[in-house]
């Protein structure tokens, strides 16, 4: 048991954790399953005392036959079947109870696994959707934290191997009951023998002990080639374009296999590691059997004795096999879980699900006072003491260099990041008390990084949102789309490709353009969305948006003077810290 208790303890390293604090690191995850994880590790100790009570029922029975005047037993301290004699009714008995037994361990074995798989699929169903709930939640800044390959990754893959963590610790708790189980039956067999199992157990222990740390370092090493080839996949598919246009097909086909490669060699040398561990295991059950044959000369064990421990030993080894399996998946599954709550964990990131308070529609405009934002970790700020209003129904500019902190200020208008100092206020009411789905439904942007998705033309305009296809027509002929969109093969149902990579610069744009017309929104911003347009179509398209939005809001973010002829008022950026505009005074409501 002591053995036990110390591989249980075992620690990867000096950053790592033990097989204990792994398993307590996943309840913190989904605690909602803490109770059924110790009722299926019930389950499983009630099979493995069903096994053991068949097995050494088995056993005595075999023996007693086998000695016709009933004087023999198996189990000398215990005296299991003493007496038993070869009557019809004593055989059934046995059988029964044989029967029932086996087939409670067997049955047991079946709930057990069923239950698990339901489980398993569910905490890694949790965990993903605490992941994607996390991502749609937080500032663009906390996302931006993360490698897209890495969110990928831990998404795709390694929420399934917490689940799989889960399924170790169940396996485990049981695997360790069941050895306590069949080590007692052989403590009452002979405790000489059992002396010598505890023994063997220590040094397993020590033994297992030396593979704690390379596993440790071999998981995080695994998972991070994983990434890489999950980064390099993604942006080959994503620029496979440029990819091709600068020749750098072999570059990237060498990275690949390289990665790949890498990849191989880690997870063959998991299973090697597997491999040796149970070697072990088998090696120190075979040498315990090897003194066991030796026991009854030199320790006077009785000969039923020693068979009734060897069929223990048996039986035992595929558990500790198991045991040793899970152990190092546990150790290895520190790694995904210490990923998986650095993305999940609420302390260290800023929130813009918005509040409570309900809006129709803005009556008289919107105001930035004091604003200011700093990056984390930036050495200063982005934006400081921003002040300035865009009346309802106007057509205001927001001009300046790049990196003045334009599309900062997008953000914060959207409700994409928060100010750090300062508030905006709608109508009076801070934009952070808005309820989100209130204030998306007023304001839509068509944005100078056109954020389309792999889809048919149709799909990209509409973007999960239930306009019908008349709206979406409608849109796409104010944005100009529609003079392309009308000669594809399939028009409107056209596959556009991942992130309609089979269109142009130009038309991707237009593309965008309509996404934010569509519905025809209170509040309209532009973020450099016609830049990609040549001054002649520019100028089409912003004189038709304009008519159709005459009577509502409309901002444009641009650093093309020439489009200021067609707004109201203009706010001028000069420096990430000082704003200037044609109207500076606040607006009072």
């Known amino acids: 048991m002591r053995g036990i208790v110390s591989l249980l303890s075992l620690r990867s390293g000096r950053s790592g954790k033990s097989a204990l604090a792994v398993a307590r690191e996943l309840f913190r995850l989904v605690p909602e399953v803490r109770l059924t994880t110790f009722l299926m590790i019930g389950i499983g100790i009630a099979a493995g005392l069903a096994e053991t009570v068949g097995i050494t029922l088995l056993v005595a029975a075999l023996f007693s036959l086998a000695n016709p005047d009933g004087t023999v037993t198996v189990l000398s301290s215990l005296q299991i079947l003493s007496g038993f004699d070869e009557t019809a009714s004593s055989r059934g008995l046995v059988v029964t109870i044989l029967l029932v037994a086996l087939s409670s361990k067997i049955i047991l074995t079946l709930v057990n696994g069923v239950w698990n798989a339901r489980v398993s699929h569910a905490i890694s169903e949790s965990i993903r959707n605490q992941l994607y709930d996390q991502l749609l939640d937080i500032s663009l800044q906390d996302v ?211 509040g409570d308070y309900r809006i129709e529609t803005v009556r008289f405009g919107i105001e930035f006072r004091g604003v200011g934002f700093h990056y984390r970790g930036a050495e200063r700020p982005c934006l400081s003491n921003i002040n300035f209003s865009i009346p309802v129904g106007s057509r205001t500019a927001i001009i300046g260099r790049s990196g003045s902190g334009k ?71 104010l944005a100009g789309a529609d003079r392309y969109i009308n000669f594809l093969p399939d028009g409107y149902d056209e596959w556009a490709g991942d992130e309609a990579i089979r269109l142009s610069g130009g038309q991707r744009q237009r593309l965008s353009v309509a996404r934010g017309l569509v519905g025809l929104p209170e509040i309209l911003v532009l973020d450099e969305a016609t830049s990609g347009l040549d001054e002649e179509t520019e100028e089409e398209v912003l004189r038709a948006v304009i008519e159709r939005f005459r009577d509502r809001t409309i901002v444009l973010i641009t650093h093309r003077r020439s489009t200021l002829r067609f707004m109201d008022n203009f706010i001028e950026i000069n420096d990430p810290t000082r704003a200037s505009s044609v109207n500076p005074e606040p607006a009072t409501w």
Do not use: C
């Not at 570059?251 to 191989?264: G, W």
């Not at 008390?433 to 792999?454: K, P, Y």
């Open 407 to 477: 599309t900062t200020l997008v953000n914060l208008l959207l409700g994409l990041e928060r100010p750090t100092s300062g508030k905006i206020l709608v109508d009076g009411v801070d934009l952070s008390t808005l309820r989100r789905a209130d204030w998306v439904r007023l304001v839509s942007i068509a944005g100078q990084d056109v954020e389309l998705i792999e889809g048919t033309i149709s799909e990209n305009i509409r973007f999960h949102r239930s306009f019908d296809e008349k709206d979406i027509r409608a849109a796409a002929n």
């Open 144 to 354: 931006s934290r993360h490698d897209r390959g890495e969110l990928i990754t831990i998404l795709a893959t390694e929420s399934y191997e917490v689940a799989g963590a889960h399924t170790a610790i169940v396996r485990t708790g049981i695997n360790v009951s069941t050895i306590v189980l069949f080590g007692g039956v052989l403590l009452a067999t002979s405790w000489q023998i059992a002396l010598i199992a505890i023994f063997a157990g220590v040094l397993h222990s020590l033994a297992m002990s030396l593979f704690a740390n390379s596993y440790h370092r071999l998981g995080r090493a695994t998972s991070i080639v994983l990434e890489q080839l999950t980064r390099i996949s993604w942006s080959s598919l994503q620029a496979f374009k440029a990819v091709r246009a600068f020749g750098v097909e072999e570059v990237n086909r060498q990275t690949f296999r390289e990665l790949s490669r890498q990849a191989a060699r880690s997870l063959a040398k998991s299973e090697i590691y597997n491999q040796i561990t149970g070697a072990i295991s088998e090696a120190m059950v075979f040498a315990v059997l090897f003194a066991i044959v030796l026991a009854p000369a030199l320790l006077d064990v009785p000969f039923a004795s020693v068979v009734g421990a060897t069929v223990l030993l048996f039986r035992m080894q595929p558990h500790i096999r198991e045991f040793n399996r899970n152990l190092l998946l546990l150790i290895k599954a520190d790694v995904p879980l210490e990923r998986i709550r650095s993305v999940i964990t609420r302390d260290d990131k800023d929130y813009v699900t918005g």
